[in-house]
């Protein structure tokens, strides 16, 4: 059982394209959470969701759009791609207790073309 | 703001070497501290963590310890294995609990061991 699942986990697009990556977790945790890995591996958040409502928006531009439908599932959006969106993007998920830590999805990787 | 930083990289050891890997943080309050692991095309996977000052945190023979006085949780490794080539992060969680909790990552530092 995959704890918390990312699909797909390749993703190459032309830019302008809209593409949208889908993420689950079965651990009951109430926050979920997209990650952006770029190409030095440097992670930085993007959205974080608790029981279906935005909680974090890190000045990530507005062609990003996460939905998330119920607790268990967040999913990303993104109109009009462009090269610098390539990167890898991790789903996460996490109890309300900060020293329980995340457990993360195997990434998706997106590449602009 | 809260920060992590990490020793620049990348490393490359001869197995059974001893590894240390540093990592110092910025903070208000008493945040949680944790090293997270990347294997090549996987996700990251909690390695240790440790919630309050003094506290060990180890794994497969990995250790850091929770110092507040130096703000820093290093990452060390007695005798390193071919199996522990990786990316290392360091990350802290904020010091209240709830929603608006983030991790927070250095900027990992990739170890190669050779044979």
């Known amino acids: 059982d995959t704890a918390v699942s990312q699909t797909p986990k390749y993703l190459v697009t032309q830019m302008g394209n809209d593409k949208s990556i889908k993420c689950e977790q079965n651990l009951g945790h109430d926050t979920m959470y997209w990650y952006k890995q770029d190409s030095k591996k440097f992670l930085k958040i993007m959205f974080s969701y608790n029981n279906k409502e935005l909680i974090i928006n890190e000045t990530v531009p507005n062609r990003f759009s996460p939905k998330s439908p119920d607790k268990a599932h967040l999913n990303l959006h993104i109109n009009s791609l462009e090269l610098g969106d390539s990167a890898v993007y991790f789903c996460?998920?996490?109890?309300?207790?900060?020293?329980?830590?995340?457990?993360f999805g195997s990434g998706t990787r997106l590449t602009v073309v | 703001g809260n920060s992590v930083t990490q020793m620049e990289g990348p490393v490359t050891l001869s197995e059974e070497a001893f590894l240390t890997i540093n990592c110092t943080y910025t903070a208000t309050g008493y945040p949680s501290l944790f090293w997270y692991v990347q294997y090549p095309g996987e996700g990251l996977q909690l390695l240790l963590k440790?919630?309050?000052?003094?506290d060990k945190g180890s794994n497969k023979g990995f250790e850091a310890t929770y110092r507040k006085e130096t703000t820093s949780f290093h990452l060390e490794k007695g005798s390193v294995q071919v199996s522990d080539s990786a990316v290392y992060f360091c990350?802290?969680?904020?010091?209240?609990?709830?929603?608006?909790?983030?991790?927070?990552f250095g900027k990992g530092i990739t170890l190669s061991v050779r044979p």
């Open positions: 996460a998920s996490s109890q309300d207790r900060r020293e329980w830590g995340y457990t």
């Open positions: 440790a919630t309050k000052a003094d």
């Open positions: 990350a802290l969680s904020e010091t209240w609990a709830g929603a608006n909790s983030k991790l927070t």
